[in-house]
């Protein structure tokens, strides 16, 4: 039987803690030590700076907020309506250290769009951005959600009932207050239940549009996955060649709302000790000032992005020196547009990943045994792969064929045997290198469409 494996092995995966535990305080054998000089956080546009001890207080507070005002807890869902904001991640944890459950809801959605996730996901309340809380008002209605659970990420809410308790500073500021800590403290899984425990529920952009329910230790293997592939805790090449080190910024211009960005550019950037700098969407010309000015070493983006950093004539104008690392997600990269990155950046690390629709970010990337990499990179520890020919057998090196993998990280439910085979409709080769080499999406199963315009 034809399977291919990862070079790497999988280290243990904590599987009795929750996402927050985890990146807030779990010292894991392939986490790097943060300098104390690097910031978890950065805001783009002001270049306000957030460390861990302001994180913790601010989950806390937030943490307790919600609970004795809203009184949220376990199993319950809190859907987060917003473009990227500082903000953002502390929402996340301080659900989760309630174990309640984040449902992150795609900025562009419409009234129609957001009631639908609403009623999916049978969440009680929302945080929305200020831009927004008239389209989340609107759908909260529609939800039989009433209007004072919608709360504005920010601190300011006027001409509105109890307005103090309408945002996300104010709901700290009085969680903080409480002087009843143990609230927002979470509590210890048991063992092997981080694996059921829900910490996400997304939306599917594979087959029919549906709701998935991804638990915390499916996110937070695949930080592991990576951060092992990536050897970020290894001083495997000199300083100046380590493809993620602590210390790096990383610009966070993909969308938060998408579960990828939420693995990879939230918690895998802070698991190996790099700063985020926050920036709400991606608009090129905001996009090049911001690596002028805050010096960005790592960029995350996707095939379009690519496409105008290669043609527009504004690029020039930038100094981009700054940049050791790009990682493109999605799509593969023609030729063309490989040459031509490089040509822009000829010293950095340019590669891609690939990462099933239905499983937690990625299933496999370039390897650090090279600068650059442009096809689909090694599967990362952990995942186990068959390629499945048209005629049902089991294709061998550099045979083309259905991919098939069996991933840690996959979503429950995404499963198609009892064997935990994961179905991703991806027609792929695997040579001599153990590299994925993306050949189509099979017909059968493509429906890309708008969503993925979305991401």
């Known amino acids: 039987m034809s399977e291919f494996h990862a070079y790497r092995t999988l280290p243990h995966v904590p599987d009795d803690i929750t996402l927050e535990q985890f990146i807030l305080g779990y010292r894991h054998e392939a986490r790097p030590q943060r300098p104390n000089s690097a910031p978890w956080l950065i805001e783009d546009r002001t270049g306000r700076q957030v460390r861990l001890d302001e994180i913790n207080k601010r989950t806390t507070g937030l943490a307790n907020g919600l609970h004795k005002h809203f009184g949220i807890g376990e199993d319950d869902v809190v859907l987060i309506f917003s473009p990227n904001h500082i903000d953002y991640p502390i929402c996340i944890w301080a659900i989760h250290r309630l174990c309640a459950i984040v449902s992150p809801c795609n900025p562009t959605f419409t009234n129609t769009e957001l009631t639908h996730q609403l009623l999916q996901t049978r969440a009680g309340l929302i945080i929305a951005h200020p831009d927004l809380r008239g389209t989340a008002l609107a759908s909260a209605q529609r939800a039989g959600i009433p209007p004072d659970r919608v709360v504005v990420l920010g601190n300011e809410l006027r001409n509105a009932p109890n307005a103090d308790l309408g945002t996300i500073a104010g709901l700290t500021s009085y969680g903080l207050g409480l002087g009843c800590a143990s609230l927002g403290r979470g509590r210890r899984l048991h063992e092997g239940e981080g694996r059921t425990k829900v910490a996400f529920i997304t939306l599917s952009s594979a087959g029919e549009p549906k709701m998935l329910a991804l638990s915390h230790f499916s996110v937070l293997t695949n930080v592991v996955q990576i951060a092992t592939h990536c050897k970020v805790n290894e001083a495997y090449t000199s300083w100046g060649e380590r493809r993620y080190r602590p210390g790096d910024l990383c610009l966070g211009v993909l969308p938060f709302s998408h579960i990828f960005n939420i693995a990879i550019l939230i918690h895998f950037m802070l698991f190996s000790g790099m700063t985020v700098v926050v920036s709400p969407n991606f608009e090129l010309d905001d996009m090049l000032k911001s690596i002028v000015r805050h010096k960005i070493s790592h960029l995350m983006l996707l095939p379009p992005h690519i496409s105008l950093l290669c043609t527009d004539p504004i690029v020039r104008d930038y100094d981009l020196s700054s940049i050791h690392t ?130």
């Not at 040459?339 to 496999?364: C, D, M, T």
């Not at 045997?417 to 017909?443: P, S």
């Open 326 to 455: 790009i990682l493109i997600g999605a799509a593969p990269l023609t030729a063309d547009q490989n040459e031509q990155l490089i040509r822009l950046f000829p010293n950095a690390h340019i590669g891609q990943a690939y990462g099933s629709k239905n499983s937690i970010g990625i299933v496999s990337m370039w390897s650090t045994r090279s600068k650059r990499g442009f096809n689909a990179g090694e599967l990362v520890p952990g995942v186990v792969a068959r390629v499945v020919k048209s005629d049902g057998a089991l294709a061998e090196r550099n045979e083309p064929g259905e991919l098939f993998v069996r991933t840690p990280s996959v979503i429950p439910g995404c499963l198609n045997d009892q064997a935990a085979w994961l179905r991703t409709g991806d027609q792929v080769m695997i040579n001599e290198k153990n590299e994925v080499i993306y050949v189509d999406r099979l017909q059968d199963h493509a429906r890309e469409a708008s969503l993925s315009s979305k991401l």
